[in-house]
């Protein structure tokens, strides 16, 4: 496979958050390595995923319980479902490492998520840990941090 | 004109098994549980881990009180009313921090020792002769009524007067025990910040939902049942091992039978428990090397007893819940007659495995955050429900669930762990605390 460009980076993020923003969440699953976690600290700055509270750390196993509830027929609180929608920044890509084949952005976006008369926005920033593999781009870590993880919220129900 | 001032009309809200939706919705019932309960009532406000210096102070409320708990220089807890004797301006604002030796307003420089004591005024000679040492304001911060620290869980009665913190508590202290036993130092200390989830719905929903053995399996079929599914879809039977999160989630859907049969324990001044026998979180795996630094610490036979308890949810009436077995600590804070935020604090057990930390921290944000798949279920529970009382066909919540005519509450009982008897004791609390300081004259009309 030829090298991984800056442009191949930045249309595969703008993919993921039009997959999440549609629902798509079977293709969305598939842009994981299988031991690939999605992170949501709790606090700013948090270095620890695991020995302290996060809003999320999941891994594989838990990412397909989450998406498979959300079509569940026994869902309530997805009854009306919930959308949302991304706002991102141009990425930055920190990391182009084609040899390694490893690879890291930061973007910056506003997520806004709405259900029933209620909507509220997040801003976030999400970093991105890429890996080739079998010529494919896939997320090892996905670290989302919002800019207000102090604040108390009411239902988050979908995914930055 | 305020409704539910007297007496009788608090007394007239709460029947042997029903409650009037008023308890849930009436701004008035709210007002009067702030003015009363939870002011007679022994209420959580930290842990001292949170201040372990000398001068370390956390901010949080009491009630609709703000407070501040801070570490003096008697190495005590002090608890004081967050607000400065002179004009009200909070005197911390940070959620935690570290005063030195005093506080000092940031409005006009009033500084007050950390016991509350006036230290000094700017340009005091203002103050000569104006008989500012003779009024409360002259003395310095109000310290709220009795302040008790039991094994770093610190509590406080707002009221001056009223009922002792081990006549309050008594055999129920046993849950907390657990917990803190579970450490082979005997002690726990906070890790990292809350969870904080805002919930607009009335506070005693969340309390009473502690010991709803009959809303697992329903409510959370859609998280814990799709887990059982995908988990057998992966081609594992309930025998193989599983991962954390699945021995975490997996026991939501026991059958009806496993929660009767694990028992509920009630206490006298609305305090009880679920899972006198066993609970959700008696078959999680052993951590490697707890048992040795247990037994270690405590000799074969007690360590042996204390990991035997297995106490699903205690609730501390009015408002937290702990879950020894996962050194967890919900605080469900009242901030109106539809709005509850509710904190979920972990805690490490220290000179145990860290591993026992992190599946600690593992059950928190699975089952508590604003992201939780498991919350989400019950926070739609509660937000319908506060919408559904206000429909006017009928008033009253039923709570009759394996109710007994002419229970006494006065007494500990282990029963049925179906019945809905934790419900009805914590309402005869309810009662209870509400209106044992009512003036004569509101005990009168
Ligand atoms: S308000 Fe605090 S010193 Fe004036
Ligand atoms: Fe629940």
Redesign the pocket.
């Known amino acids: 496979m030829s090298d991984v460009t800056r442009d191949d980076l930045i249309d595969f993020l703008y993919e993921e958050v039009r997959m999440l923003d549609d629902g798509r969440f079977d293709e969305w699953m598939e842009l994981w390595t299988q031991d690939g976690h999605y992170w949501m600290p709790l606090n700013y700055n948090q270095q620890d995923p695991i020995n302290e509270t996060s809003l999320l750390y999941e891994d594989q196993f838990m990412l397909r319980l989450r998406i498979q509830r959300l079509i569940g027929a026994r869902t309530f609180s997805q009854k009306p479902k919930s959308r949302c929608h991304h706002v991102i920044q141009r990425p930055h890509v920190d990391e182009i490492d084609n040899e390694a084949g490893r690879y890291r952005t930061v973007t910056r976006m506003h997520y806004v998520e709405t259900r029933l008369d209620d909507q509220f926005l997040l801003a976030l920033t999400a970093t991105h840990d890429l890996v080739r593999q079998d010529g494919a781009l896939k997320i090892a870590l996905k670290k989302v941090e919002l800019l207000n993880c102090d604040a108390a919220f009411g239902n988050i129900q979908l995914l930055p | 004109m305020a409704h539910y001032e007297t007496r009788a009309e608090i007394e007239g809200l709460v029947t042997p098994f029903q409650v009037h939706r008023d308890i849930y919705i009436d701004q008035d019932v709210y007002r009067q549980e702030m003015k009363h309960l939870f002011a007679n009532a022994w209420v959580y406000v930290g842990h001292d881990s949170q201040t372990p210096n000398k001068g370390d102070y956390y901010t949080t409320q009491i009630g609709d009180q703000p407070v501040i708990m801070v570490r003096h220089t008697d190495n005590e807890i002090k608890v004081l009313y967050n607000r400065?004797p002179?004009?009200?301006?909070k005197i911390a604002i940070d959620r935690q921090g570290n005063t030195g030796k005093f506080f000092r307003?940031p409005?006009?420089?009033?500084s007050f020792k950390t016991d509350g004591c006036l230290l000094a005024i700017p340009l005091k000679k203002g103050y000569e002769g104006t008989g500012l040492s003779d009024t409360e304001n002259g003395k310095g911060m109000k310290a709220v009524g009795a302040v008790h620290n039991y094994r770093g869980f610190v509590f406080a009665r707002l009221a001056s007067e009223g009922i002792a913190f081990e006549e309050y508590f008594n055999d129920s202290l046993s849950s907390l025990d657990n917990m803190v036993d579970r450490s082979p130092a005997g002690r726990l200390e906070v890790v990292g910040a809350p969870l904080r989830y805002m919930h607009q719905c009335n506070w005693k929903m969340l309390v009473e939902n502690q010991t709803d053995t009959c809303h697992p399996m329903v409510a959370h079929e859609s998280s814990a049942g799709t887990a059982v599914q995908i988990w057998k879809d992966m081609g594992f039977t309930d025998d193989d091992p599983k991962p954390a999160a699945m021995e975490i989630i997996a026991p939501f859907m026991s059958a009806y039978e496993f929660f009767e049969d694990m028992g509920i324990r009630t206490w006298p001044n609305g305090h009880g428990h679920t899972g006198v026998h066993h609970s959700i979180h008696s078959k999680y795996s052993e951590i490697p090397g707890y048992m040795e630094a247990l037994t270690a610490a405590h000799g074969k036979e007690k360590a042996e007893a204390i990991l035997a308890e297995n106490r699903h949810n205690t609730v501390y009436f009015p408002n937290i819940m702990i879950k020894g077995p996962i050194q967890q600590l919900r605080n469900f804070i009242p901030l109106a007659a539809d709005r509850t935020l509710a904190e979920s604090w972990i805690f490490r057990l220290v000179d145990a495995p860290e591993e026992l930390t992190a599946r600690t921290a593992l059950y928190n944000r699975m089952i508590n955050a604003p992201t939780s798949i498991v919350g989400h279920d019950d926070l739609e529970m509660y937000e319908r429900a506060q919408e559904g009382l206000h429909a006017d066909g009928l008033e009253w919540v039923n709570i009759q669930r394996l109710y007994q005519e002419g229970e006494d509450f006065e007494t500990e009982a282990v029963e049925n762990g179906t019945t809905e008897r934790q419900m009805r004791n914590q309402f005869h609390a309810w009662v209870k605390f509400m209106t044992v300081s009512m003036t004569q004259k509101e005990a009168a009309e």
């Open positions: 400065c002179h004009k009200g301006t307003c409005y006009h420089a009033w």
